[in-house]
């Protein structure tokens, strides 16, 4: 069985930062593409970074700049470095990873159960 584990939200003022931790464990093969999407109250859930295996990233035009998202293969674990915080980033962030399990053999699609984060003005 695959989980994927966020944590690290919170808290914070605008112009702070925060720092999201994504740990996937299980019986993992292989992991292709990790990335955070958020959810803010009433909206539909959005991409805001992603990594492939090989490190190639993308971004949300509204988090350029301010977000970085890395990982650490051997800890089968993602992050997401948030920087200059506004309001607007208030939402909850999830964790989805595209991965191979042992048991399938064949990559899908899973999520974290998400981490809040509130910015407050």
């Known amino acids: 069985q695959v989980q994927l584990v966020e944590s690290g939200g919170g808290l914070v003022q605008a112009g702070g930062s925060l720092r999201l931790s994504c740990a996937a464990s299980?019986?993992?093969?292989?992991?292709?593409?990790m990335a955070w999407y958020r959810q803010a109250p009433g909206k539909q859930r959005e991409l805001v970074a992603g990594i492939t295996s090989g490190s190639s990233t993308n971004y949300a035009d509204s988090v350029k700049g301010r977000f970085t998202i890395s990982r650490d293969n051997a800890k089968n674990t993602a992050y997401l470095q948030m920087n200059s915080l506004k309001p607007e980033d208030t939402a909850v962030y999830y964790c989805?990873?595209?991965?191979?399990?042992?048991?399938?053999?064949?990559?899908?699609?899973?999520w974290g159960k998400g981490t809040l984060v509130t910015v407050s003005s």
């Open positions: 989805n990873s595209f991965l191979t399990s042992e048991l399938l053999n064949t990559p899908r699609s899973y």
């Open positions: 299980g019986s993992i093969f292989s992991i292709d593409v």
